[in-house]
């Protein structure tokens, strides 16, 4: 129901409202006190709640920093649980300001919904999950198998065009949301489970027996994952892009969380436009001199932030790969700040 | 002098007066015409700014993307569809999906909702209590626990196709659902069709004549053993002259399932069992009132006659009782179609979960896509009201009301 009276609502404000489009997105947000940001309903290490509601994960930190970056305080997020399916809807009909919901970036989405990405937060790609038990060790080898996925993803489309490319015949059974998907493979409905290739090591996780389950190593697509922004406020989506090319800017600087104040002190000329005692990137996007600043100490660096919520430091434990720094032989790169 | 009444005079004008304006009179009209052009300003507002702002904001608008191609796959297709079909197929698809488990689960609700009620009505004890406890739970309980309930139930309760439950060989049941042997058409088939149509339509003569000689001539006439002769005896004739009309293809664990044969998807099994056991619960109720409200008086009457309890119910009681059952037996029927869209819980591809789901996030296009499957609802619920109306108008002039 929720999407039909999501549609609704965007008739309904794309009917009555004369000026949607130029709407300051900025000015709203500081007026509100609150960042309304779109996130998913529950996928570990991207954006999920604890047991005691607070969110947590790579997608909830950018919320969070562009929270810090306006207020200077993290908690000013309102977080909305959104399904793949209503994701888009949300966004346009302006329930939410920015939507950081492990979303791919394609032509079709960046072009024809009148939102725009931002960048890459992380660069996934789809994968396939069975039971150890199948024996199956080639995702070439899944000819007839049942499939499990979540309905309107890239996923489904990859799914129908892998199978179709290496004359594969199978069946699908497409979810609602992920949590069903995940319950139907684990009842036995589908052989395979599939996904980007994080969510399944975030998924596992959740299962009963999560070592009876294995990833096949074949990664059929790209899937770079990004915020969305609406189409018509240049100010906003400058602000979005900027904050996770500030957070990766950090990372390359060797500027942490916890030596952000000293790392302010110093006389180094790229340190001190970065942090904000030289020149005024900040005052030109809307926000303050010390935007960056702000942005470390509430989240951290770019490698702080993938740690503590899908790497090393978590349990999913993903290594880095294309998502370490270009010169770490990853493709994480943020054009300069000057 | 002529006693004939006078004409009344023309009254068009009165007429229209009052039929538009009321008690009111011409100021009336004005108002409403008022209105009528407020209301359609409103309308022709809403439609021209939503698309302005689309186009504003570079949302895509329009029916154009119904040409494109989908790119995804769908589990369960009535007609023939791969993923390079067009958005407009998949809308097709997902129509039939929601008709074929409508229609079926409106017939196992109907049937259903009869014998309960007749269980209800029951002298026996025992079974009015069973009857009245399967009506209590059943309409009491939120559908959509319902429907995760036999789907969970039913995925639980069955093992993998490896070890799937097989029934003398040739069905296989399995969480993957009910695989049958499929009937693949032989040279023989035209002509068994073609005698069994005939057989059909010579058999309804015979009942129409039959029944014409028993009303106007007061005969008799004993027609089962000719129509078991057209309906069994011409089809099996054409099998001895043309061959078999066709053969079964047996289903063949290969791989991860079943290759060949017909299946029966779990989610269709989960969704036609809940909502037809859901909706008979109502229209167990709705029977039930309606055989009430017949006069007990006509009971009594069709017993002193010496006609059984059921025959009575059969030719008296029930054909009155329709009158009262019909209308609201119409609602559930609607309500078991609206139902249906619940589909999208369990994965069960219906018009809601491949069209206003899959195909709205694929292309983005909201509003259109909500708007055609809206009207989509709209139209079948108006079609099924439709096909009641005449139905309880035929009932009631039957029986002279």
């Known amino acids: 129901m929720k999407r039909v009276t999501l549609a609704l609502t965007l008739a309904l404000a794309a009917g009555l409202s004369a000026q949607a489009a130029d709407a300051q997105t900025l000015k709203t947000v500081k007026d509100r006190g609150m960042l309304s940001c779109g996130v998913s309903q529950g996928l570990p290490g991207f954006s999920s709640p604890d047991d005691k509601g607070n969110w947590t994960g790579i997608d909830v930190d950018v919320c969070r920093a562009i929270a810090g970056a306006i207020f200077n305080d993290p908690t000013k997020v309102k977080y909305v649980p959104l399904s793949a399916k209503d994701r888009f809807t949300a966004l346009q009909s302006g329930e939410i300001d920015v939507l950081s919901r492990n979303t791919t970036w394609t032509i079709s989405r960046d072009t024809s919904l009148g939102a725009n990405f931002t960048g890459v937060t992380y660069y996934d790609g789809q994968g396939f999950m069975v039971k150890k038990s199948l024996k199956v060790n080639s995702a070439l080898e899944l000819n007839s198998a049942s499939v499990c996925v979540q309905t309107g993803t890239t996923t489904e489309q990859n799914l129908a065009d892998y199978f179709k490319a290496n004359n594969m015949k199978y069946e699908v059974i497409a979810f609602a949301t992920n949590d069903e998907t995940v319950k139907a493979y684990e009842a036995g409905r589908c052989d395979v489970f599939t996904t980007d290739q994080s969510g399944l090591y975030a998924n596992r996780l959740k299962l009963a027996n999560p070592n009876d389950h294995m990833v096949l190593p074949e990664i059929i697509s790209k899937e770079p994952l990004g915020p969305m922004v609406r189409h018509g406020d240049d100010q906003w989506f400058d602000i979005v892009k900027w904050t996770l090319f500030a957070m990766i800017t950090a990372e390359e600087l060797g500027v942490t969380s916890k030596n952000v104040d000293e790392k302010a002190k110093l006389e180094n000329p790229e340190l001190k436009r970065v942090l904000g005692s030289d020149g005024n990137f900040g005052e030109q996007l809307g926000l303050t001199k010390d935007w960056v600043v702000r942005i470390v100490k509430t989240v951290g660096n770019y490698g702080e932030v993938f740690d503590r919520n899908v790497g090393a430091g978590s349990p999913l434990a993903i290594n880095r790969g294309l998502n370490n720094l270009w010169n770490k032989g990853g493709l994480q790169y943020a054009p300069p700040i000057r | ?401």
């Open chain 2, 1 to 401: 002098m002529s006693n004939e009444a006078r004409k009344p005079p023309a009254q068009i004008a009165l007429k229209v007066r009052r039929m538009l304006g009321g008690k009111a009179g011409w100021n009336g009209v004005a108002v409403q015409f008022a209105f009528a052009a407020i209301l359609g300003w409103i309308g022709y507002e809403i439609v021209s700014n939503a698309r302005t702002n689309l186009e504003n904001q570079h949302i895509a608008a329009g029916f154009g993307f119904l040409r494109n191609n989908a790119g995804f796959d769908v589990n369960q297709t009535l007609i023939s569809y791969t993923g390079s079909d067009t958005f407009l197929r998949v809308f097709v698809v997902g129509l039939l999906n929601t008709l074929v488990v409508s229609v079926v689960g409106i017939v196992f609700a109907t049937v259903i909702g009869f014998i309960v009620a007749l269980c209800r009505l029951s002298p026996n004890w025992l079974l009015s209590r069973v009857g009245e406890i399967y009506v209590e739970v059943l309409r009491n309980l939120p559908v959509l626990f319902q429907i995760l309930f036999w789907y969970l139930a039913v995925l639980a309760a069955l093992p993998n196709p490896r070890q799937s439950i097989s029934l003398l060989g040739i069905t296989f049941l399995s969480n993957r659902g009910l695989v049958v042997p499929s009937p693949i058409g032989q040279s023989g088939l035209e002509p068994f069709l073609a005698m069994l149509a005939l057989g059909v339509v010579a058999s309804l003569a015979l009942r129409f004549h039959a029944r014409r000689a028993l009303f106007q001539e007061g005969r008799m006439i004993r027609i089962w053993p000719y129509v078991l002769w057209l309906l069994f005896g011409l089809p099996l004739a054409t099998v001895l002259v043309f061959g078999l009309p066709f053969t079964f293809e047996l289903p063949q664990l290969r791989g991860f399932n079943f290759a060949g044969g017909s299946r029966i998807i779990p989610e269709f099994v989960a969704l036609t069992v809940a909502l037809s056991t859901y909706t008979a619960a109502f229209i167990a109720e709705i029977v039930r009132a309606g055989i009430l409200s017949v006069h007990k008086g006509q009971m009594e009457a069709g017993s002193s006659l010496g006609l059984s309890r059921g025959a009575t119910l059969r030719l008296i009681v029930v054909p009155q009782a329709m009158r009262v059952i019909v209308p609201p037996l119409t609602n559930q029927y609607l309500n078991l179609t609206k139902n249906s869209s619940l589909a999208v819980a369990i994965g069960y591809p219906d018009l809601v979960s491949v069209f206003a789901g899959t195909s709205l996030s694929q292309t983005g296009q909201a509003i259109e896509i909500i708007a055609m499957t809206m009207g989509i609802y709209l139209l079948i619920s108006l079609l099924t009201s439709a096909v009641m109306s005449v139905y309880g108008w035929r009932v009631s002039r039957s029986l002279g009301a």
